[in-house]
């Protein structure tokens, strides 16, 4: 049997840059980061990596996600629905100013989703994950 071959740990600079992405996303609460799944998490570090490269102005991701929920809200009767996914609003408004700003064509945006919604779940993964995943604040190793 063939293993894969582990990964090298980040170095400083690397866990710097991603606890920044993290800790320091413009109108989060540290402390309050859950995600419920694995590509809860990729959603959240795209929006927010998108938006640290200069590809949009934090202020346009929120009004198209505040605008995302809002039609979602208005279209069902009950707030209780079970088709609320916050990070799916997350992905709408993510791929809205993406395109509004020339970043992405709507239809490479199409074709690319296409693609991804075709391959298997599993692909490159030997087990599901299944428990929630979560974001802690960094903690002093005092390394």
């Known amino acids: ?54 590809q949009f102005p934090w202020a346009s991701f929120q009004s198209a996600l505040i605008e995302s929920i809002r039609k979602w809200e208005s279209s069902v009767d009950d707030l209780s629905d079970t088709s609320w996914s916050y990070y799916e609003h997350w992905v709408e408004a993510l791929e809205q100013v993406l395109t509004s700003s020339g970043s992405i064509e709507g239809e490479a945006l199409d074709n690319e989703t296409d693609k991804v919604l075709a391959t298997p779940p599993n692909r490159n993964h030997h087990k599901a994950h299944l428990d929630p995943v979560a974001i802690d604040p960094p903690v002093a190793t005092g390394r």
């Open 1 to 54: 049997m063939t293993t894969a071959p582990m990964r090298p740990a980040p170095t400083p600079e690397q866990r710097a840059e991603v606890e920044e992405l993290v800790c320091d996303l413009p109108g989060g609460r540290p402390g309050e980061l859950s995600f419920d799944e694995p590509w809860e998490i990729r959603a959240f570090a795209l929006a927010v990596a998108g938006h640290k490269a200069g």
